[in-house]
């Protein structure tokens, strides 16, 4: 049945989907203890504590504590042992054996029934933004829902391109997000001085996109019979292997590839992704799982993202695996913060941006001082660090070095780039850094939005911009 709290949560989450009463409906906390039922587990290792740093599971931002498991998995060695050496074996044998591991451990199987999109543009128009004209779609996907139709979804996508190019251009595409009504927000980290990331990507001539990811799939437990997952199982709730949020979001984004494919304003092989934060996580999956997608930029995307699940760092594997935020991954990784260890992961994130090899992938974090110790900036730098024998492997580049920067140290030579910024938990201070990076990737045509107000003359550095 649909309860009252059901309801009041999915109308203060603002979502465009609808579940009929009659849906099967578990709150989070019963649809977790069904997981743990179904896996034969009683109980889970608490996560840490990044609020007392006096509690007894307070999160450690201690190095010489940090790694209990110092040796990866080797992405060059298949299941049997023998290393790969040749591209065939790469793309045949070794790449689809992790894939396989990430999606029945960690982030979940897309079903084969997955209900198509049709997009529809519900509104354009012609603006002024950053000193040039440009024209905004708004388009709705809305979900063939006729096989099950108590679920709705309609997701949501704005598209800005320059009005005046010449040709189609490279978009990069944000995972786009939505306060709840009458939640308390968090204070906002300063802004740095200069243009927003609009601005700077009109500057280039390119345009941009924002996909509202929870109008793909609810970004709780109790929704995940509502949504996109909701709507491919009929209600029903997930199997252990099926796919989670994350996944689900990111073949949302896969899904607006799809129309920038259709649309002539865009050049759909030049489109980047990128996410802040749970969407950080969000936006490295559809990367990993989506050749098509040109470029990523990963924005502080901690455990669950770029962050090696085998450090001890800030946010663990047992945060993740409780209640707020299991939903994010596949009933399956429930087992590493209970019976297993992180030690018993058959693959880790340095493999999940290996997949992503041999387009380019941008790592991004904060400094710990200044509010962003919890995503683990070391640990994600030692995951890009991780995928860089896969680079070479592809003919490219890794980072040129496995030891960890001092902060603002740019490292964007390389196919696989990282830098940490002085700010904390944003994304803003590196845009500069990572438009430098996907430009020599993404070429536009002229014509584009050119900067030319005060406020864009006035952009300062990249590394004054990084500062709080």
């Given at each position: 049945?649909?309860?009252?709290?059901?309801?009041?949560?999915?109308?203060?989450?603002?979502?465009?989907?609808?579940?009929?009463?009659?849906?099967?409906?578990?709150?989070?906390?019963?649809?977790?203890?069904?997981?743990?039922?179904?896996?034969?587990?009683?109980?889970?290792?608490?996560?840490?504590?990044?609020?007392?740093?006096?509690?007894?599971?307070?999160?450690?931002?201690?190095?010489?504590?940090?790694?209990?498991?110092?040796?990866?998995?080797?992405?060059?060695?298949?299941?049997?042992?023998?290393?790969?050496?040749?591209?065939?074996?790469?793309?045949?044998?070794?790449?689809?054996?992790?894939?396989?591991?990430?999606?029945?451990?960690?982030?979940?199987?897309?079903?084969?029934?997955?209900?198509?999109?049709?997009?529809?543009?519900?509104?354009?128009?012609?603006?002024?933004?950053?000193?040039?004209?440009?024209?905004?779609?708004?388009?709705?996907?809305?979900?063939?829902?006729?096989?099950?139709?108590?679920?709705?979804?309609?997701?949501?996508?704005?598209?800005?391109?320059?009005?005046?190019?010449?040709?189609?251009?490279?978009?990069?595409?944000?995972?786009?997000?939505?306060?709840?009504?009458?939640?308390?927000?968090?204070?906002?980290?300063?802004?740095?001085?200069?243009?927003?990331?609009?601005?700077?990507?009109?500057?280039?001539?390119?345009?941009?996109?924002?996909?509202?990811?929870?109008?793909?799939?609810?970004?709780?437990?109790?929704?995940?019979?509502?949504?996109?997952?909701?709507?491919a199982n009929r209600g029903e709730p997930r199997k252990?292997?099926?796919?989670?949020?994350?996944?689900?979001?990111?073949?949302?984004?896969?899904?607006?590839?799809?129309?920038?494919?259709?649309?002539?304003?865009?050049?759909?092989?030049?489109?980047g992704i990128e996410g802040h934060s749970r969407y950080?996580?969000?936006?490295?999956?559809?990367?990993?799982?989506?050749?098509?997608?040109?470029?990523?930029?990963?924005?502080?995307?901690?455990?669950?993202?770029?962050?090696?699940?085998?450090?001890?760092?800030?946010?663990?594997?047992?945060?993740?695996?409780?209640?707020?935020?299991?939903?994010?991954?596949?009933?399956?990784?429930?087992?590493?913060?209970?019976?297993?260890?992180?030690?018993?992961?058959?693959?880790?994130?340095?493999?999940?941006?290996?997949?992503?090899?041999?387009?380019?992938?941008?790592?991004?974090?904060?400094?710990?001082?200044?509010?962003?110790?919890?995503?683990?900036?070391?640990?994600?730098?030692?995951?890009?660090?991780?995928?860089?024998?896969?680079?070479?492997?592809?003919?490219?580049?890794?980072?040129?070095?496995?030891?960890?920067?001092?902060?603002?140290?740019?490292?964007?030579?390389?196919?696989?780039?990282?830098?940490?910024?002085?700010?904390?938990?944003?994304?803003?201070?590196?845009?500069?850094?990572?438009l430098k990076f996907a430009s020599r990737y993404l070429?536009?045509?002229?014509?584009?939005?050119?900067?030319?107000?005060?406020?864009?003359?006035?952009?300062?550095?990249?590394?004054?911009?990084?500062?709080?």
């Amino acid at each position: 049945m649909l309860t009252a709290r059901s309801l009041r949560n999915s109308l203060a989450l603002g979502l465009l989907i609808t579940v009929a009463v009659g849906a099967a409906q578990l709150t989070a906390e019963q649809d977790h203890q069904r997981l743990m039922d179904l896996l034969h587990i009683q109980s889970l290792r608490k996560g840490a504590d990044g609020r007392n740093s006096q509690a007894p599971n307070a999160a450690n931002y201690d190095e010489s504590k940090a790694n209990p498991y110092p040796t990866l998995p080797n992405p060059l060695i298949l299941k049997g042992g023998k290393r790969v050496t040749t591209l065939k074996m790469w793309w045949t044998q070794r790449r689809p054996q992790i894939m396989e591991d990430f999606d029945r451990e960690i982030y979940g199987r897309v079903p084969q029934n997955v209900p198509n999109v049709h997009w529809e543009t519900t509104s354009t128009d012609r603006e002024t933004k950053a000193g040039g004209a440009v024209v905004t779609k708004h388009l709705v996907g809305h979900l063939d829902n006729s096989v099950y139709p108590s679920v709705t979804v309609d997701m949501q996508l704005t598209l800005t391109t320059p009005a005046n190019a010449t040709g189609p251009v490279p978009v990069i595409m944000e995972f786009g997000f939505v306060w709840p009504a009458g939640a308390r927000r968090p204070n906002p980290p300063p802004v740095p001085p200069g243009p927003t990331w609009q601005e700077q990507v009109l500057a280039k001539g390119w345009g941009y996109a924002v996909l509202l990811a929870t109008s793909i799939q609810p970004d709780n437990g109790a929704g995940l019979t509502a949504g996109i997952i909701g709507l491919a199982n009929r209600g029903e709730p997930r199997k252990l292997d099926g796919w989670g949020a994350l996944r689900a979001w990111a073949w949302g984004a896969s899904r607006a590839l799809d129309y920038f494919e259709t649309d002539k304003a865009v050049n759909a092989k030049q489109v980047g992704i990128e996410g802040h934060s749970r969407y950080g996580k969000a936006a490295l999956v559809t990367m990993a799982y989506d050749q098509r997608f040109a470029i990523a930029y990963i924005s502080s995307s901690g455990e669950g993202g770029a962050k090696l699940h085998r450090r001890n760092w800030g946010e663990l594997v047992e945060n993740v695996a409780g209640t707020s935020e299991y939903h994010w991954m596949a009933g399956n990784f429930l087992r590493y913060a209970g019976p297993l260890t992180w030690n018993d992961l058959p693959v880790d994130s340095h493999e999940l941006v290996a997949l992503c090899a041999p387009r380019p992938v941008f790592i991004s974090a904060g400094s710990a001082e200044h509010g962003d110790g919890w995503v683990d900036a070391k640990g994600m730098f030692l995951a890009a660090a991780g995928a860089g024998p896969v680079y070479t492997l592809l003919g490219k580049k890794d980072m040129g070095t496995t030891e960890f920067p001092p902060i603002e140290t740019t490292l964007i030579d390389g196919d696989v780039a990282f830098r940490q910024h002085s700010g904390g938990h944003t994304p803003a201070p590196n845009w500069p850094t990572f438009l430098k990076f996907a430009s020599r990737y993404l070429k536009g045509p002229e014509g584009g939005a050119p900067l030319t107000s005060a406020r864009a003359l006035a952009m300062p550095s990249q590394d004054v911009a990084a500062k709080p």
